[in-house]
């Protein structure tokens, strides 16, 4: 639920990118453009009181690039702006555990690739899924 906490938690080996479902962000730009890119690594490490990228260093900047541009790739990054929708406020969480009820998951395709996916990554991890909730 926060693009910058996500790919710091993914980055220092928190989370692995392997357990993401999706992350559901308030940004709104390509990791791919440049000068999106720059605003968005410029505001993580020195805006506000508390930046959360504020301990990484240029040397990480390419690192954390590629790491969002596979997220984008790989279709992990859902940011609601880009589609007309302005989530306001920071949430007091960052990670979800995920049920989806199947009648969602049909409304949506590419929330039901999503969990696809999700269920074949779990398959071949340590997850166990709660068999009363697949689809």
């Given amino acids: 639920m926060s693009f910058s906490k996500c790919v710091l938690d993914i980055f220092e080996g928190r989370v692995n ?3 993401v479902l999706v992350i559901i962000t308030r940004t709104d730009f390509d990791p791919r453009d440049s000068s999106q890119w720059n605003k968005i690594w410029n505001g993580y490490r020195y805006a506000g009181p508390n930046p959360p990228w ?7 900047e390419p690192l954390i690039r590629a790491l969002s541009i596979r997220l984008w790739d790989q279709g992990l990054l859902h940011q609601p702006r880009q589609f007309g929708a302005w989530p306001s406020g920071n949430l007091s969480y960052t990670w979800l555990e995920t049920i ?3 009648e ?22 340590n997850i166990t899924l709660n068999k009363d909730h697949e689809t």
């Fill in 104 to 125: 969602e998951l049909e409304k949506n395709i590419k929330t039901k690739d999503a969990w696809e996916r999700f269920q074949v990554i779990s398959g071949l991890s």
């Fill in 100 to 102: 989806l009820p199947s």
């Fill in 17 to 19: 990118i392997n357990d």
């Fill in 54 to 60: 504020v301990n990484l260093n240029e040397t990480h």
